[in-house]
Every structure is written in structure tokens, then in C-alpha cells.
């Protein structure tokens, strides 16, 4: 009997992380985790991200058992704290008149639940200086983004890279939300290998 390759799903509805999983020319379907988001009291940064990576990753496999399953999550630490997305205009500016010219960093998780219970995690830290802003600048770019949806308010794939001095990471893709480096090596390990013809 022939082999099945299993289906490749992303648990994401995020456009920036469609774009990112195309580049390593997958086949892949879209089936987003939707779960609940909430953090637990004092859970530190590092610790939440990888949690509602698999758990993104799990959601979906219950409703997808015999595919792999690839779940992502971001999360913006800063002073001691978490930074959420903000959710309107409002918020938006408050967040980027704190953090201008701080220094940050973006935790990021992926996890790819497979067929056969196994579980491959990976976790990559950006550290990033943030630009002194000025209140225009702020409102500019708030006006221009909206960037509501986002951890910080730090659309990184649009004009959020006017908003910083440098960032530091092993891999440049990561501060979109999905280190690709890492991504491709754990859906090697999962089967899914775009360079080979089989």
C-alpha cells in the first residue's frame, strides 16, 4: 500500500504568517485555532508564547488527527511586562510613546503537532531598540497602519521598521511572527522536506 503524506494545516489566520509559510512552497491549508488568548497571572512572556503555541497547534489537530499541524504565537515583552495588542488609536499611541526608545523583545513560538502525538516546539528572542518617537512620528504611523492587531502596535512587516534603531536575531523572519529557519527544520522533522522531489 502506498504511503499517505499527511496534510500540512496552519493554525493561523494571519496573512503576514500565510505569506511566510509560501516561501517554503508547501502545500498547506488555512484552519485558524481561535482559542482563548487570555494570560495567566504573572505568566512570564517566554512562558505564554510557547503555551499558546501548542495549544493553537493542539486545537486544531483535535479537528484535524491525521494531519500536522503548525501553530505559531508572538508575544511583545518590555519592563518586566507583556505587551498586548492595543485596539484602537488610542492605545496604539500610548504603547509607542512608553517604548520609543526602549529596548524590547519579541518572543516567538512555533509548535507543530504531529499524526503520531509527537510535538516539535521551537522558541527564538528578538531583542530590538526602539527609535526615539516623536509624538507626530507616533500618530503618523498609528494613522497610516493601524496597527490595532498587533503585539506593541509593532506592525514589523509594514512600517514598523521605521520605528526602530536595530534588531538582534538568529533569524530574520522571526520578528514577522514565524521564524522560518526553525520552521523548516521542525516540518523536516515532520515529513514536509521542500527539497526533496519525493
Known amino acids: 500500500m502506498p504511503h499517505h503524506k499527511p496534510d500540512l494545516i496552519l493554525a493561523s ?43 493553537k497547534a493542539a486545537r486544531v489537530a483535535e479537528r484535524h488527527p491525521d494531519a500536522v499541524v503548525l501553530g505559531s504565537d508572538q508575544m511583545l515583552y518590555w519592563r518586566g511586562g507583556i505587551l498586548g495588542k492595543p485596539g484602537d488609536a488610542q492605545t496604539a499611541r500610548r504603547q509607542l510613546a512608553e517604548i520609543a526608545g526602549e529596548a524590547i523583545a519579541f518572543h516567538v513560538a512555533i509548535s507543530v503537532a504531529c499524526p503520531d502525538g509527537r510535538r516539535l516546539d ?30 506593541g502596535s509593532m506592525r514589523s512587516e509594514g512600517l514598523g521598521v521605521c520605528l526602530v534603531d536595530r534588531m538582534d536575531s538568529r533569524d530574520p523572519s522571526a520578528i514577522l511572527g514565524m521564524p522560518l529557519i526553525a520552521t523548516a527544520r521542525l516540518l523536516r522533522d515532520a515529513g514536509f522536506d521542500p527539497l526533496r522531489s519525493d
Request: hydrophobic share 35%; with cysteine.
Open 122 to 151: 521551537w522558541h527564538e528572542t528578538v531583542e530590538a531598540r526602539m527609535r526615539k518617537l516623536t509624538n507626530q512620528e507616533i500618530a503618523r504611523y498609528v494613522e497610516i497602519e493601524k496597527p490595532f492587531d498587533c503585539a
Open 13 to 55: 489566520g494571519s496573512a503576514t504568517r500565510r505569506q511566510l509559510l509560501d516561501r517554503l512552497q508547501i502545500p498547506y491549508t488555512i484552519d485558524p485555532a481561535d482559542i482563548d488568548e487570555t494570560l495567566a497571572a504573572n505568566e512570564p512572556a517566554e512562558e505564554a508564547c510557547r503555551r499558546l503555541a501548542r495549544a
